[in-house]
C-alpha cells in the first residue's frame, strides 16, 4: 500500500526532503505558509495541502522541518496532535533545544502518537540529493518503524537515544561545524594576506590535515566546491540567523550541564555580531567575507 506522508515546511531544507519522498513513490501532502515553497514541491511531484490540519488528516507518517523550538512546539500541539490519525508516526526533522523536543514528544506520547525529534545533518545539498544523515531521539521500540520511514532522504539513520537526544547529538554536531568553518574562513584569510590562491589552499587543504567538511563539502571560496553556497553570493544555503541558533542552543546546553566550550561561545560571539550586521540571511560561509573585510563586494 503507498503510504501518505504529510511534509510540513518546505524551505531551504524541506523542500528537497518533501521531493525525495515523493520520488519514492509516496503520496505527499505538503504544507508551508509560503505559496511558492508549496507550488515548488507541487513541480516536486508533491500535492498541495491547504493547512496543517489537512495535509495530516489521513497520513500515515507526518515529518516536519520548520525554523525553530516555537515553531515546532506550536504546530504539534495547535495543529497535529489530534488532527492526524493517533496510527500516524510523527517526525521532526527541525534543528530546535532538547527541552522543547521532550515537551512535544510528552504532548504526542500522550495523545497515543508515535514520536521521535529526528534533527540532519548534511545541508541543502544532502537534503536535495536524499543523502542527509539523521539523528533520531526515539523510544527503542519505534526505530524500526522510523528508519525505512526517513529512508529516501537518507544515507544513514542513527538512534542516538530517548527522545532529545537526537538534538543533544545535533547541537554538538553543529557546534564542531561551526568552529570549524569559522577556522577554514580565518586560515583562508591568512592564506590569502600571505600571498596564496585560495583554490590552491582548497587543493592543499582537503588533502591534508586541516581537512573537514567545511572544505571538502561547503568551501567558503567560490570555484572548488560548485554546489557550496559561495559560488552563489551566499545565496539559499544554512541562514547565518540558523546557525546562530543552533550554536546558542549548544551554549544554553553547555551552562546547563556544566560543560567547557570556550570555542564554542567564541564561535556564538561572531555569529551573532555577523548577525546583528545584517547578514542573518546570508548562507553562514559568508562569514569569510567579515573576516576579510569585504563585505560590500
Ligand atoms: P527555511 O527557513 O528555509 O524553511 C523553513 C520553512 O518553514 C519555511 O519555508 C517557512 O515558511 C516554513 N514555516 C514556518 N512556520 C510554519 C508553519 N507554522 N507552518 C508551515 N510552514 C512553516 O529553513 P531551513 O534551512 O529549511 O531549515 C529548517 C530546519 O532545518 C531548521 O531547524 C534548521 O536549523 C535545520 N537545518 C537546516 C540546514 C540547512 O543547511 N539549511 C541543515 C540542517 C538542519
Redesign the pocket.
Known sequence: MTETIAF???????GGMAANQAKAGRKVRA????EA?VARAVEAGCEAAGS?VEAVKDADIVIT????GP?VL??YSEQIIGAAPSSALLLD????DVDTARKVAGLAKEAGYAFADA??????MAADAGTLAFMVGCDEGDFARIEPALEPMSRATFRAGDHGAGQAAKICNNMILGITMLGTCEAIGLAEKLGLDPVKMFDIVSKSSGQSWSTTTYYPWPGPVPTAPSNRNYDG???TA?ML??LKLAQDAAAKSGASTPLGAQTEALFQMFDRLGYGGRDFSAILQLLRGKLDE
Open positions: 510540513i515546511g518546505l524551505g531551504n531544507m524541506g504544507f508551508d505558509l509560503s515553497a496543517v522541518m520548520l525554523p525553530a515553531h506550536k504546530v526533522c527541525s534543528t530546535i534533527p540532519v545533518s548534511g545541508g541543502t544555503g544554512f541562514a540558523m541558533k543552533d
